[in-house]
């Protein structure tokens, strides 16, 4: 009774997966992959197919082991080399050669270079001690120096700007080092009044002629005048020209259809 009740248990298991099989293209597949996958390897997760093992990397259809240098570890990418070298040390053809950190400097974060301390910089690898001239400071990144406000660079040392009358230092780090008062403009190595036409107002701009016309003027050589709206117009977003309303259309000096 007990071998009759295992032989019809049996039966119907490798039924089952007859019908599985057969109804199931993914089930043989997976049954098949599952059988070549080589040694050193592992199925995915997710998916079909298979990936080497850590330290096994695929050449010529095996999963063979990835030689590791002295002063190297493995990493988790299926290109490259497969390894890196460890903090203090960089890559030297299939090695690893220890970083020479010279005197005032350390390991980046990288940890495969080295920069200078505050105050130190480059020259021909080798951290020197950066000589700050009179009026003038450590820039942010301590490898270089910035002249002092009323200060610019000239020949390696901090020389005070000439502001000239009506005229306050201003950033040395671009333009002349000078900006004119309010109502003034500068020409040449002086700051001029600004002649303010009728209609008009001072413009802080460091260009053009240092005033703007109102809204509703406009600029006409040294002066502001008022400006025409044709028919069917209105003040632009400047304040200064004319638009048309809509649906008209400019057409010579007017808003037409």
């Given at each position: 009774m007990r071998t009759t009740l295992q032989h019809s248990n049996f039966?119907?298991?490798f039924l089952f997966v007859a019908v599985l099989t057969?109804?199931?293209p993914e089930f043989a597949l997976a049954q098949r992959v599952a059988i070549d996958i080589p040694e050193n390897a592992s199925a995915r997760t997710y998916g079909s197919g298979?990936?080497?093992d850590r330290g096994y990397r695929l050449a010529s259809?095996?999963?063979l082991p990835i030689k590791v240098p002295a002063h190297a570890h493995l990493m988790d990418v299926h290109y490259g080399s497969g390894w890196e070298c460890d903090r203090g040390y960089r890559v030297m053809g299939e090695g690893c050669t220890v970083i020479d950190v010279p005197k005032n400097a350390f390991l980046d974060f990288s940890g495969s270079h080295w920069t200078c301390d505050r105050g130190y910089g480059n020259v021909d690898d080798a951290c020197v001690s950066i000589d700050v001239p009179k009026n003038a400071y450590l820039n942010d990144a301590g490898d270089g120096w910035v002249c002092d406000r009323g200060f610019r660079e000239a020949q390696g040392s901090c020389a005070a700007v000439l502001v000239p009358v009506h005229g306050y230092a201003t950033n040395v780090s671009y333009g002349?080092?000078?900006s004119c008062d309010r109502g003034y403009r500068a020409v040449g190595d002086a700051c001029v009044v600004i002649q303010l036409p009728a209609n008009a107002y001072f413009n802080d701009s460091s260009y053009g002629v240092g005033w703007k016309c109102v809204r509703g003027y406009r600029p006409a050589d040294t002066l502001c005048v008022e400006v025409k709206l044709p028919e069917m117009?209105?003040?632009?977003?400047s304040g200064n020209d004319w638009d048309c309303d809509r649906p008209y259309r400019k057409g010579r000096e007017r808003c037409v259809l």
């Open positions: 039966v119907r298991g057969a109804a199931s298979w990936d080497c259809g095996a999963c002349v080092g000078w117009a209105h003040l632009d977003y």
